[in-house]
């Protein structure tokens, strides 16, 4: 499969836990993006690089969230001390550093916080 | 007022019918659209890109973009249960940075 991948799928992790998810672009594909998803509502950007350069951060982007990509290549985000309001499905996107932008996702990792 | 707004449905129709999403905008530096599929609990898939102003059609999808009134639309012709889905409408102001996402509608399409 030559498609974005991420893992896990699903997790459920208690409140306060951290959790870090990863993301695998499509292999030439140099500009990686995260999203997060509500019930409900359309992906909301938090974060994105090209190769190893996280180039910008949403204000949802908040300190207790990281994201690394340091080889240029596959990327984590992490959430430290985990609250209820962080349950949401978190989408990884990549796409060509060109001209057109057409940014293809994954399937996403559905965070359950309880 | 959202940057992006997409009438969030849902929206039934029956199969063979044609129909019509909509999002409206307001930021006039928007260039780059683009529609996505969702299917329940899966990633979007995209659908069709759009550079500025103009119509594209890919199979029994068409794309319109208007960007004198900010408003975007995709027509499915022929629709099929298949297609039903969550469609989310995106935007950017440059190429390659964030995506700004409608909510989404929900349509359902019954045999």
């Known amino acids: 499969d030559t498609g974005v991948s991420q893992d896990p799928r699903h997790k459920i992790t208690k409140r306060g836990q951290n959790v870090t998810f990863r993301c695998d672009p499509i292999s030439e594909h140099n500009r990686l993006y995260w999203y997060r998803q509500t019930l409900g509502q359309g992906p909301e950007f938090l974060t994105y690089?090209?190769?190893?350069?996280?180039?910008?951060k949403s204000r949802l982007l908040s300190d207790r969230f990281s994201a690394e990509r340091p080889k240029g290549s596959f990327s984590t985000l992490e959430i430290q001390r985990t609250e209820q309001g962080d349950s949401a499905m978190y989408l990884c996107?990549?796409?060509?550093?060109?001209?057109?932008?057409?940014?293809?996702f994954g399937q996403g990792t559905r965070l359950t916080v309880v | 007022q959202k940057e992006v707004e997409q009438d969030p449905g849902p929206l039934s129709v029956p199969e063979g019918a044609i129909v019509s999403l909509n999002c409206t905008y307001s930021n006039s530096a928007f260039q780059y659209f683009m529609w996505y599929r969702q299917y329940s609990r899966k990633g979007p898939e995209l659908l069709m890109y759009t550079y500025s102003s103009g119509n594209k059609e890919d199979g029994r999808f068409t794309a319109q973009v208007d960007k004198s009134s900010k408003y975007i639309s995709l027509f499915i012709r022929d629709s099929q249960p298949s297609d039903s889905a969550t469609y989310l409408c995106?935007?950017?102001?440059?190429?390659?940075?964030?995506?700004?996402f409608g909510k989404g509608t929900t349509l359902s399409v019954s045999s």
């Open positions: 690089f090209q190769n190893e350069a996280q180039l910008e």
């Open positions: 995106a935007m950017s102001d440059q190429a390659g940075t964030a995506l700004i």
């Open positions: 996107a990549s796409s060509l550093n060109r001209g057109d932008t057409e940014a293809f």
